[in-house]
């Protein structure tokens, strides 16, 4: 998952789901994978972003950033799927996707989740010789209670 699913939190539009996704991330649903990208971006973020991000370590697994997550963030903006500005963005799936996440959780609709991008994304994973990756927001991947 990228950042924007801790402030989502704190979000009216978004609590709910986000919400959802960590309690059931809690409870096993999901195993949230984070990484020193997430970790920099809390940082300045509001201290209740920050106090939320710090009751979840027990229930994440943070991975590094290799080698191959820059070398694969770098053939998606040469693709043009976001430009240098937004790095990070691109960052964020390279790292889920050489990690072999199936998914990653976002609310970011500018340069994550997005109709056009997320062929991009996975067109330029096959031709790098990765997997494709579902990318998804919070409210499609949770149970609803009516599900459970």
């Given at each position: 998952m990228d950042t924007s699913v801790f402030g989502g939190v704190f979000d009216p539009e978004f609590e709910r789901a986000s919400k959802a996704f960590f309690d059931q991330a809690r409870h096993g649903r999901f195993i949230i994978v984070s990484s020193v990208v997430v970790q920099s971006e809390i940082e300045p973020a509001p201290?209740?972003?920050?106090?939320?991000?710090?009751?979840?370590?027990?229930?994440?697994?943070?991975?590094?950033?290799?080698?191959e997550a820059l070398?694969?963030?770098?053939?998606?903006?040469?693709a043009g799927i976001v430009s240098e500005k937004y790095t990070n963005d691109a960052l964020h799936v390279a790292i889920a996707t050489v990690c072999e996440c199936p998914i990653i959780v976002?609310?970011?609709?500018?340069?994550?989740?997005?109709?056009?991008?997320?062929?991009?994304?996975?067109?330029?994973?096959?031709?790098q010789g990765y997997h494709t990756i579902s990318i998804n927001t919070p409210a499609e991947v949770i149970y609803y209670e009516e599900d459970i």
């Open positions: 201290e209740n972003v920050k106090d939320l991000f710090r009751s979840l370590i027990p229930y994440t697994e943070s991975v590094r950033i290799s080698d070398k694969l963030r770098s053939a998606y903006i040469r976002s609310w970011n609709f500018r340069h994550i989740v997005h109709h056009d991008k997320i062929p991009l994304y996975n067109a330029v994973n096959i031709i």
